[in-house]
């Protein structure tokens, strides 16, 4: 700080309160109602403070879901959200790591054309091609099926930038070293390139996860089985309609739920920076 | 940039790229190809039967009132959108840059959001304004404000914005943090010594620094409005009522998905396309700016 001023440090504490506060109370309400009785919820206003139903509500969401809407339990659309949240981030870097060093180490015809070609798909998300795309998906008999709702969410261009960018700060030398003892292109890649690629791999796995986790048009259209709802899917599918048909206090624990996984991994992330 | 040292073959590359190229031709080119097609036919409601109709799915678009109005819908929401959110957070962060003691308190929390997905933070917001049971509703009916989002457009839309820019702080808040963390030390403090208050050093110095990063967060934000917001819709409003809050992009799932007019949301697939390319360019062109700094 430059100097002091009481009145402003005052005024930044008062901002930052009222943000924080703004930021907070909708997280902090929906905890609280996880932990209410549906009767306690109706009772407007609604207490704020914890309840005594945490575990009778949790209990009831994980193993027999609700009773209204969507009645698959919700331990099994967690396993679904955590098929996709790790699918999509492995096959990403899986897919994406190959593509640059192709592009980055190798000289070969049309490989401007193909990176242009693997770039251009940021300019076509899966909300400007919803039909086609369904469509393609069930001609490959892929609805509701785990490679159904990961594959497509997969190719990445960022990704594959991010690798491609990472690789041409690799110094030449390390090639150039390799080759002369004699390694192949593989052996390159396995012995130098994946592990000097760890910190980039770690940075979009946390990412890519919340973005596998956090799904929701994908699954969407491609999950209208029960079965194979994720977590996301399934607390929409409970709301049935008019407020107070819902079991609000079941809704909120399945959010609370949903919202654990990806915010544990993030703030991880950002405390490691 | 190319590397000086590279290997030789003639078929590994191909083999490196064929699981990238493959997913994108099938599940990127294949359905944005099928996409302009299908938007220059006319298909009965069973896809059995088209026939080629040249342009007129795009001139009954454009004929389309409700069409019209979903296009003034997502001007106001997204300008809403992003303006809110980037002045919120670039306030927050400038704030939270400021302060010594509960620093860390502060930014954990703002940042709290970033993670939780868009249609639970509608489904949160949704149950805070629920017309019958909503706590905040509850506050608002003390002052006298009569408050139901399922059958008034404006307050549905006020909804949405409200939910959406309160996902998008956190994200904003980090660049702008960053941003002013990049700021050098001694400018601050020769502006101060020349006597500048704070107002004035915010306006003269870091704000014409930070302008890259707004410039950054504001196409973010807007690409964020259009597109990611679906959830946020989904899961509260569904575009109503009366298509009040029926943005572009919940029209093409709407008009294809619930009313099966394959070619009519084809077309409009191909206008949010062609929207989404000049996006992405005025995004390259800002980019190509930055490097030459």
Redesign the interface.
Known sequence: ???K?PL??FI??A??IV??F??????Y??FV?STLSLDE??S???P?LPGSHFVENYSQVLFAGSTTGSQEAVLSMLLNSTVMALAVPLGKI???I??S????????PL?NF?FW??FV?????V??????????MAD?GLLNTYAGLT??L??SATA?FLFRQF??TIP?EL??AA?MDGA???R?FWDVVVPLSKTTMAALFVIQF?YG?????WP??IASDESMYTV??G??RM?VGG??ANE?NL??AT?ML??LP??T???RK?SEQ | ?E????????W???V??A???A??V??????????IW?SFQLQDAFGLQSEFVGFDNFTSLFADPHYLESFKTTAVFSVAVAGLGIM?SL??AT??D???R?AL??K??????????????G??????F??????VT?VLKGFGIDWNW?INGDQAMLLIIIASV?KQ??YNFLFFLAGLQSIPKSL??AA?IDGAG?ARRFWTIVLPLLSPTAFFLLVVNIVYA??DT??VI??TTQGGPAQATQIL?YK??HD??KAAD?GG??AQ?VI??II??AL?AVQFKYIERKVQY
């Open positions: 700080m430059v100097e001023r402003l440090d930044t504490h901002v930052l943000g924080a703004v930021i907070a109370f909708p997280l309400v929906t109602a919820i109706m407007v206003p609604m704020l899986t897919i994406s190959l593509s060093f192709a592009i980055v180490y190798f000289r070969f490989r193909f070609m693997i798909t940021l300019m076509l998300p909300e400007v091609r919803i039909i086609p795309t369904f469509k393609v490959l594959l497509p997969i190719a594959t690789f041409m030449d090639a150039e080759r192949g292109p593989m390159f919340i986790w956090n799904q929701y048009l969407l259209l996301v899917i607390i929409k709301i407020d107070a609000w809704i909120m959010a949903a919202m990806p915010g991994r993030g703030n950002m | 940039m590397k000086r040292v590279v290997f030789r073959s003639a590994l590359p191909y490196l790229l699981p990238q190229l997913i994108t099938v599940f990127f080119f294949w359905p944005a190809g099928q996409a299908y919120i306030l927050l704030m939270a400021r302060v010594v509960g308190i502060y954990t929390v703002l940042i709290w959001p970033y993670a939780v997905a868009a249609a639970v933070a489904v949160l917001w949704a149950f805070l629920a017309p019958s049971i909503g706590i509850f399922i309160w702080i956190s601050i403090e101060a704070p259009f597109f679906f959830g989904d899961a992009v093409v799932y294809g998905v394959i949301s084809s697939s949010l396309m989404v390319i992405t």
